[in-house]
Structures are given as structure tokens and as C-alpha cells.
């Protein structure tokens, strides 16, 4: 069950520098102005589901286990398109806002990328095509 699918609509001068360094900052279209430069832009879509430890990201073809959400998560990437995603694997997140997924090489995210999380189960893991799991 896919539980979140958006696309990257634009990103910030800054932002795939963040991305390499551990942090991907993904927002909607209406991203402040001040937070464009580090921001990952994608259409603005709907929860179908909460995020939840245990499901997957999957940044285009590359897929990252979900390992922590904090409490402000889902209703930030409601409400904003806002999300945090940590590359670092941690189980408990610093920050209310944080998504942590596992620690693995940091995806190449360009503007066409689809951003998915989807649950565990038929078609959410190692068994889709093309998948590169970390």
C-alpha cells in the first residue's frame, strides 16, 4: 500500500548539498522564501496512511527503511508538504518533525524524482523491480 507518492517539482541551490550531508527538506509548492534555498519543492499530495518505523522510502528507485517518525511528522507533510528526512538510522527522532530512515549512501534527487513511502507487504520491498535497497 503506498501510504505517500509525491514529485520533485524543483530544488534549492542548497539542497542537494543537504542531501549529501544526511538531509533531505522536502516541502510543497507554497515552501517560505527563506527555507527555498535548502528545500527539495514536490507536488503537494495527500496521506493515505500515518508514516510509520518499518515502512519504506523509496527516493526514485533507491528504497530506505523507515526507523523513527516524530510526532509533528505527518501533520507537517499534511498540512505544509513538509518533511524531514534524516539519513542516519536512528530510532528515536531528535526532532518532532524528523523522519530518520536508515544509514545508507544518500539518493540523487533531481526535479522529475518521485518520492514514495509505502508499507511493508506485496510490492512494497525487495521484490519490486529495480529496486536498490541499501
Same mark, same amino acid.
Given at each position: 500500500?503506498?501510504?505517500?507518492?509525491?514529485?520533485?517539482?524543483?530544488?534549492?541551490? %542548497?539542497?542537494?548539498?543537504?542531501?549529501?550531508?544526511?538531509?533531505?527538506?522536502?516541502?510543497?509548492?507554497?515552501?517560505?522564501?527563506?527555507?527555498?534555498?535548502?528545500?527539495?519543492?514536490?507536488?503537494?499530495?495527500?496521506?493515505?496512511?500515518?508514516?510509520?518505523?518499518?515502512?519504506?522510502?523509496?527516493?526514485?528507485?533507491?528504497?530506505?527503511?523507515?526507523?523513527?517518525?516524530?510526532?509533528?511528522?505527518?501533520?507537517?507533510?499534511?498540512?505544509?508538504?513538509?518533511?524531514?528526512?534524516?539519513?542516519?538510522?536512528?530510532?528515536?527522532?531528535?526532532?518532532?518533525?524528523?523522519?530518520?530512515? %536508515?544509514?545508507?549512501?544518500?539518493?540523487?534527487?533531481?526535479?522529475?524524482?518521485?518520492?514514495?513511502?509505502?508499507?511493508?507487504?506485496?510490492?512494497?520491498?525487495?521484490?519490486?523491480?529495480?529496486?536498490?535497497?541499501?
Amino acid at each position: 500500500m503506498t501510504v505517500f507518492e509525491s514529485r520533485v517539482i524543483d530544488l534549492g541551490p %542548497e539542497a542537494s548539498e543537504l542531501i549529501q550531508a544526511g538531509f533531505m527538506i522536502l516541502f510543497g509548492p507554497s515552501v517560505p522564501p527563506e527555507l527555498r534555498q535548502v528545500a527539495v519543492i514536490h507536488e503537494l499530495q495527500q496521506l493515505t496512511a500515518p508514516i510509520e518505523p518499518g515502512q519504506y522510502l523509496w527516493v526514485g528507485q533507491q528504497r530506505y527503511t523507515i526507523t523513527a517518525v516524530g510526532s509533528l511528522a505527518n501533520k507537517n507533510l499534511q498540512a505544509l508538504g513538509h518533511l524531514v528526512i534524516k539519513f542516519n538510522g536512528r530510532t528515536q527522532p531528535e526532532l518532532p518533525g524528523d523522519v530518520c530512515v %536508515e544509514m545508507c549512501p544518500t539518493p540523487t534527487v533531481t526535479p522529475g524524482t518521485w518520492i514514495r513511502i509505502k508499507a511493508r507487504g506485496l510490492g512494497a520491498g525487495d521484490a519490486s523491480k529495480g529496486a536498490l535497497a541499501c
